[in-house]
């Protein structure tokens, strides 16, 4: 998962573009990258670490220019490396940077297509560099002008599979941004009126634009592109047809910030409804339930614990202190370092926890690895019993789409019964929400949403996949092969 951003401005906006990735950066904490374009020269400046770590005020200054792009990074598979931090930059034709939030699934074809057909280099095993070869050679021999780009993205479309969000700047034009044919990844418009005429941006989340000043205007939809240009100009088509529209259900689950509006949907609201749900479910399980406190496992769990706890009439409480300089615990690279960084994650609350039932409820629950730990540190502050429920259903089938969640061997749900994962993370009861009511719970009364990409909880692919794309990325995705990139 990664965050983009794209501005086009009437001021220099490298600093807009650095504040943006600092809200944006819940969504990748590996890498981060600015790339802004002077009139004459496309200039970029990116590295691994935090968006804090990454830029200091000489790199600032060095990035001038009224338009420009960003980027953040998680380490997705094959793609852990310094060379792998975007936007990536090729200078021919015009001179284009591009940062890539997603996965594309036709990777390796397109690779090949790009040498052979395109007669283009791609040096690192970034997709997102493949699908900006792709996009340079679409735009290659024509005359730069709106129109021309969206030919180009109806080329990029044609030939890349998987689900993206990408944001480019391309000298002499402006900036480039483009949603899949499907919606999986999130994209947003956004505008700010100023004294000198209009500025426009866009961004995976809505909330970049509150810091910044920006106003949402809507979102890019499914097979939509829109072109910014240096003048500050909008310009915008439906490049193909919108397919089935699915955005990912992890961002409304886990991902997102709860103050960002994903297609048209709050996220703080969706997972308020997720609680509800979930409450209302355990009533219907254990009507005379011995809870005595609803816990949180923070952060993206509070909103959906704290309906719970309304649901069923019982205390909330907060229990666990989050050290919030640890990253993201099931994206970790490996489960060795995953394991050791849950407690330096989270701290219980004794006070909390003793002589009392206590229900943790958490957003999801991956490879178990934080939930076990969780369960025997509640324990441990002195709970008389530990039920731990979940927000979503069991995660059973890789994400494909742009979260480098793990293969279905690492995924403790994966071919176990509720019975059996219970067991395994050693709760006295375990409870998942049902998909049927997590979707209804995300799309709302107004049920603005009809499908969603839920395809780590049901297998669903929206794409469809090549018939030996899971072993490929069995060898990518797996521990034991990342152990092997790094040792290597």
Same mark, same amino acid.
């Given at each position: 998962m990664c965050g983009i951003i794209g501005i086009v401005g009437h001021n220099e906006v490298?600093?807009?573009?650095?504040?943006?990735?600092?809200?944006?950066?819940?969504? !990748?904490?590996?890498?981060?990258?600015?790339?802004?374009?002077?009139?004459?020269?496309?200039?970029?400046?990116?590295?691994?670490?935090l968006v804090s770590e990454v830029f200091d005020e000489p790199a600032?200054?060095?990035?001038?220019?009224?338009?420009?792009?960003?980027h953040c990074r998680y380490p997705t598979a094959g793609s852990e490396g310094n060379d792998e931090?975007?936007?990536?930059?090729?200078?021919?034709?015009?001179?284009?940077?591009?940062?890539?939030? !997603?996965?594309?699934?036709?990777?390796?074809?397109?690779?090949?297509?790009?040498?052979?057909?395109?007669?283009?280099?791609?040096?690192?095993?970034?997709?997102?560099?493949v699908l900006l070869n792709?996009?340079?050679?679409?735009?290659?021999?024509?005359?730069?002008?709106?129109?021309?780009?969206?030919?180009a993205v109806e080329g990029v479309y044609r030939r890349c599979v998987g689900g993206y969000a990408v944001v480019a700047t391309v000298l002499g034009l402006g900036v480039v941004a483009f949603r899949d044919p499907n919606g999986i990844r999130p994209l947003v418009l956004g505008k700010r009126s100023t004294a000198a005429g209009d500025e426009y941006a866009v961004a995976s989340e809505s909330v970049a634009f509150d810091l910044i000043g920006f106003e949402r205007v809507r979102d890019v939809g499914p097979g939509e592109a829109v072109v910014i240009t240096a003048d500050g100009?909008?310009?915008?088509?439906?490049? &193909?047809?919108?397919?089935?529209?699915t955005p990912c259900m992890f961002e409304y689950v886990y991902f997102a910030r709860p103050d960002s509006m994903i297609d048209d949907i709050s996220v703080h609201k969706a997972r308020m409804r997720m609680?509800?749900?979930? !409450?209302?479910?355990?009533?219907?399980?254990?009507?005379?339930?011995?809870?005595?406190?609803?816990?949180?496992?923070?952060?993206?769990?509070?909103?959906?614990?704290?309906?719970?706890?309304?649901?069923?009439?019982?205390?909330?409480?907060?229990?666990?202190?989050?050290?919030?300089?640890?990253?993201?615990?099931?994206?970790?690279?490996?489960?060795?370092q995953r394991a050791?960084? &849950?407690?330096?994650?989270?701290?219980?609350?004794?006070?909390?926890?003793?002589n009392r039932v206590v229900l943790l409820v958490d957003d999801s629950i991956v490879r178990g690895t934080t939930s076990k730990q969780i369960v025997q540190m509640a324990r441990e502050a002195g709970a008389r019993k530990v039920y731990l429920a979940?927000?979503?259903?069991?995660?059973?089938?890789?994400?494909?789409? !742009?979260?480098?969640?793990?293969?279905?061997?690492?995924?403790?749900?994966?071919?176990?019964?509720?019975?059996?994962?219970?067991?395994?993370?050693?709760?006295?009861?375990?409870?998942?929400?049902?998909?049927?009511?997590?979707?209804?719970? &995300?799309?709302?009364?107004?049920?603005r949403l009809e499908h969603f990409d839920s395809s780590c909880f049901n297998g669903d692919y929206v794409t469809g996949t090549e018939e030996d794309y899971f072993e490929r990325i069995k060898r990518l995705r797996s521990d034991e092969a990342k152990n092997t990139r790094r040792a290597g």
């Amino acid at each position: 998962m990664c965050g983009i951003i794209g501005i086009v401005g009437h001021n220099e906006v490298a600093a807009q573009l650095y504040d943006a990735l600092t809200v944006l950066q819940h969504r !990748g904490q590996d890498a981060a990258g600015i790339a802004t374009a002077d009139g004459r020269r496309l200039l970029v400046h990116k590295g691994n670490g935090l968006v804090s770590e990454v830029f200091d005020e000489p790199a600032m200054r060095q990035l001038r220019g009224r338009i420009g792009i960003g980027h953040c990074r998680y380490p997705t598979a094959g793609s852990e490396g310094n060379d792998e931090a975007q936007p990536f930059y090729v200078n021919s034709p015009y001179g284009i940077a591009l940062a890539h939030n !997603g996965n594309l699934i036709n990777t390796d074809a397109l690779r090949g297509e790009v040498f052979e057909q395109d007669r283009r280099n791609v040096n690192t095993e970034s997709d997102s560099e493949v699908l900006l070869n792709v996009f340079a050679h679409e735009l290659d021999t024509r005359v730069l002008t709106p129109d021309t780009a969206f030919k180009a993205v109806e080329g990029v479309y044609r030939r890349c599979v998987g689900g993206y969000a990408v944001v480019a700047t391309v000298l002499g034009l402006g900036v480039v941004a483009f949603r899949d044919p499907n919606g999986i990844r999130p994209l947003v418009l956004g505008k700010r009126s100023t004294a000198a005429g209009d500025e426009y941006a866009v961004a995976s989340e809505s909330v970049a634009f509150d810091l910044i000043g920006f106003e949402r205007v809507r979102d890019v939809g499914p097979g939509e592109a829109v072109v910014i240009t240096a003048d500050g100009e909008l310009h915008t088509r439906q490049c &193909v047809p919108a397919g089935k529209h699915t955005p990912c259900m992890f961002e409304y689950v886990y991902f997102a910030r709860p103050d960002s509006m994903i297609d048209d949907i709050s996220v703080h609201k969706a997972r308020m409804r997720m609680g509800q749900a979930l !409450g209302e479910k355990i009533l219907r399980l254990r009507p005379d339930h011995d809870i005595d406190t609803v816990i949180p496992i923070p952060d993206s769990s509070r909103d959906a614990a704290l309906e719970v706890a309304n649901v069923l009439n019982v205390k909330y409480r907060e229990g666990f202190i989050k050290n919030r300089y640890v990253g993201r615990t099931f994206i970790m690279p490996g489960q060795g370092q995953r394991a050791k960084s &849950v407690r330096r994650k989270l701290n219980p609350i004794p006070l909390e926890f003793r002589n009392r039932v206590v229900l943790l409820v958490d957003d999801s629950i991956v490879r178990g690895t934080t939930s076990k730990q969780i369960v025997q540190m509640a324990r441990e502050a002195g709970a008389r019993k530990v039920y731990l429920a979940s927000a979503a259903p069991p995660v059973r089938h890789p994400n494909i789409y !742009g979260i480098d969640m793990p293969i279905a061997d690492e995924l403790i749900a994966y071919n176990r019964t509720e019975e059996e994962v219970q067991d395994l993370l050693g709760c006295d009861w375990l409870i998942y929400q049902d998909l049927e009511d997590l979707e209804h719970a &995300v799309s709302g009364p107004k049920h603005r949403l009809e499908h969603f990409d839920s395809s780590c909880f049901n297998g669903d692919y929206v794409t469809g996949t090549e018939e030996d794309y899971f072993e490929r990325i069995k060898r990518l995705r797996s521990d034991e092969a990342k152990n092997t990139r790094r040792a290597g």
